[in-house]
């Protein structure tokens, strides 16, 4: 067995050992476990926003993207001393969530090749009021991202015509995600009851388009909007993050300008991004996620 080679930095003044720098962890296009370490510092200023005070549950590839995968969410008792968790707690169970917060903590994490990050869609100080309401919008072939830029925007439409904002990003495979920021008082059974009422009616208003039910059969060239998502139990991938494709493609956080020129030109090859265009795209736009973090909403549940 090869001999791990080490490396050992500090980062705003804690030290990190990183190992297998030269690794390659996306045989299709050659990106290395250390271009996946430069990725998540260039874009840290923008992702840790968006993970700062939740529970996180990594998603680790120690050998790649082609190799097997695990999920995490118990914090790794050889984690640093100076790494935080957050303690949630749920059916007589409490689970020790790593706490991203800055940079060190990410990298941390970027060096046990958790290549995905799943946040929860709350804050650990208050596990069962999400901040966020999620749609995920899944296609099912022949359909493709352009389906779902469609579906999309007549979710767009619903919520505009409710008072309400939300912004897209892409899952950074195959589908797009719509998030409806609220940071105010809410609770899962409602976010979820409102994400399925949306569903259901855009599933009444284009049966051919739409399926909200969870049945795969029922899915082909139709995009499932998954409205299960809002619940304790699960989580979304984060914005920014990496996902274990063929290349290193980024849910990325996208203009509807874009999701409309989709729809328009029917190129499903138009919102895929890898790390560097993404990193681009940050130096360009600035976060366009900012708002989900901070804008506040309420839901029309009466």
């Not at 169970?93 to 709350?122: Q, T, V």
């Not at 912004?167 to 998030?179: D, N």
């Not at 009422?197 to 284009?206: F, I, Q």
């Not at 990496?242 to 919102?271: M, Y």
Request: aromatic share 10%.
């Amino acid at each position: 067995m090869p001999v791990s080679e080490k490396t050992y930095i500090s980062i705003e003044g804690r030290e990190l050992q990183l190992s297998n720098l030269d690794k390659v962890f996306y045989p299709g296009s050659g990106f290395t476990k250390g271009d996946v370490i430069k990725y998540y510092i260039a874009i840290a200023p923008a992702l840790l926003v968006h993970l700062k005070d939740r529970p996180v549950t990594l998603k680790r590839y120690p050998d790649g993207v082609e190799s097997k995968f695990f999920y995490q969410k118990e914090c790794p008792e050889h984690r640093p001393s100076w790494l935080e968790t957050i303690p949630v707690s749920s059916d007589k169970r409490k689970i020790n969530y790593c706490s991203l917060d800055d940079l060190p903590s990410l990298i941390w994490a970027a060096n046990l090749a958790a290549l995905e990050l799943h946040p929860s869609l709350a804050k650990g100080t208050d596990p069962f009021t999400p901040t966020v309401l999620v749609f995920d919008l899944d296609p099912g072939p022949p359909a493709t991202i352009v389906e779902c830029c469609l579906v999309g925007q007549m979710l767009r439409d619903i919520l505009r015509d409710l008072g309400l904002h939300c912004f897209p990003k892409t899952s950074g495979l195959k589908g797009l995600q719509v998030y409806v920021p609220l940071n105010r008082p809410v609770n899962y059974e409602q976010t979820k009851g409102f994400a399925r009422a949306c569903a259901e009616l855009l599933e009444e208003r284009h049966p051919d388009l739409v399926v909200s039910k969870m049945n795969k059969e029922l899915r082909k060239g139709k995009v499932f909007i998954d409205w299960s998502q809002n619940d304790f139990h699960k989580t979304t991938v984060s914005v920014y993050s990496l996902r274990a494709a063929e290349k290193p493609t980024v849910s990325t956080p996208v203009l509807w300008d874009e999701v409309e020129e989709v729809i328009k030109n029917k190129n499903a090859k138009f919102l895929v991004f890898e790390a560097a265009q993404v990193i681009e795209r940050f130096n360009h736009y600035g976060d366009l996620f900012a708002p989900v973090a901070v804008m506040e909403q309420e839901l029309p549940l009466k």
